[in-house]
């Protein structure tokens, strides 16, 4: 799960949405990143036409024409032009998922990607290229074509957008494997379902309760909590009577979760927020129909607890045999509930 309060994603995903357009519409960082495929001939696949013409895969030297580069770290060695492999293109991909695909990149790691926006790390020096806005290609052997360097962002302009966008999470990606976690709004449920069986002398009962989902909600210090109605359906029978009955009750959860790349936690109680009310209903042929409304306000709380906190993860609990030929179990599971149920 993604323990962002909404206030927390929403800053994320707007100091993001400054970063996504540099890597999936600038020409000077897109072309590299899918934009340009320079080993086919013309365009056919909707990447625009190589200007060198058709190079054939690692057989060319890409620094054959590509040989001015911003110098590695230290200002000595020189740089490679090179494209990367599918899939750290930015062509066609949104902002949520380019967001996703960082957080995937660098979790645990996250100054590396700060000093990707500096300098590719002090590998191959991409990024200062970009900047230098020649395509790596020298003005002696290509003077028809000017550098176009990035118009509205300059290096130290790119490395203070990674910053401010690390700096809404503290300085670390979180969300531990949800990666989209920062990226879009998520919403989450603990989906409660029990049922319990007994019988006791001539008297059979059964009662289920359908899957309530009780949606969670974040705070900006990772607790959570969330209330939702629960309705128990039950059937009895004892000869001569079959009867119905219905409690109804209100279920909270409220809990704690950390999910940083190193340490994931959970922590949580459930327990009833409401007395819960119980109607019951019966018909006893041939003696006729009877009727009762009860109300019980015992509290309880269940604890519950793991070292994971993800989506589907399940937590059973299984209730005393409080009498003999009872059975009593819950399980809660962790949902995701879609985007769109904001
Ligand atoms: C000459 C081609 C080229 C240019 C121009 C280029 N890149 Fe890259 N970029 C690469 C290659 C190759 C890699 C993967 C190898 C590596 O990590 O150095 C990469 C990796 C990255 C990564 C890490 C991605 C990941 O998921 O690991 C980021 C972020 C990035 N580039 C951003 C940019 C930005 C922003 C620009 C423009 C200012 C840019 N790049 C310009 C070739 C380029
Ligand atoms: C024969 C010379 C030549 C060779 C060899 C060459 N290129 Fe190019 N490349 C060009 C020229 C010229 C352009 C600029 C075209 C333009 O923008 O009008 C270019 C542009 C690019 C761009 C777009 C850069 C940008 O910022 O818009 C990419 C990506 C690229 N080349 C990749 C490669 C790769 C990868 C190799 C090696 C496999 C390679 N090129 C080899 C001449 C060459």
Known sequence: MCPLSDARAQKSIDAFSKIAPILNEEPRCLNCHGGVNPYVDGVGDGRTEHGGGKTVEHETDCNGCHNTMAPKRGGVEKSHWNIP??????????????????????????????????DDHGDDNFVGTAFMGNRGLSPEDYPEIPPQPPPNIDGPGLVKLGEDWLATTDGEFVGWDAFDCGCKILRYAIRVTASTEFTKGRLQH?????????????????????????????????????????????????????????????????????????????????????????????????????????????????????????????????????????
């Open 85 to 118: 492999p599918p899939i750290f293109f930015f062509l066609g991909k949104d902002a949520p998922t380019l967001c996703a695909m960082m957080h995937e990149e660098f979790r645990g790691d996250e100054r590396k990607f700060i000093e990707h926006l500096r």
């Open 206 to 342: 059964k009662s289920a309760l359908q899957p309530v989902d009780i949606p969670i909600t974040f705070k900006d210090d990772g607790t959570f909590s969330g209330e939702a109605s629960a309705n128990f359906l039950a059937a009895a029978k004892m000869a001569p009577c079959t009867g119905q009955s219905t409690a109804n009750l209100k279920i909270r959860v409220s809990g704690h979760l950390t999910q940083t790349y190193t340490n994931h936690d959970l922590h949580f109680k459930m327990e009833n927020a409401s007395p819960t009310v119980t109607r019951l209903s019966g018909q006893c042929v041939p003696l006729g129909s009877f009727g009762n409304k009860s109300t019980q306000s015992e509290q309880t709380a269940l604890p519950f607890e793991s070292d994971q906190g993800r989506v589907t993860e399940k937590f059973n609990y299984e209730m005393p045999e409080i009498f003999p030929g009872f059975k009593s179990k819950m399980q809660l599971e962790i949902v995701k509930l879609p985007d769109s149920q904001k």
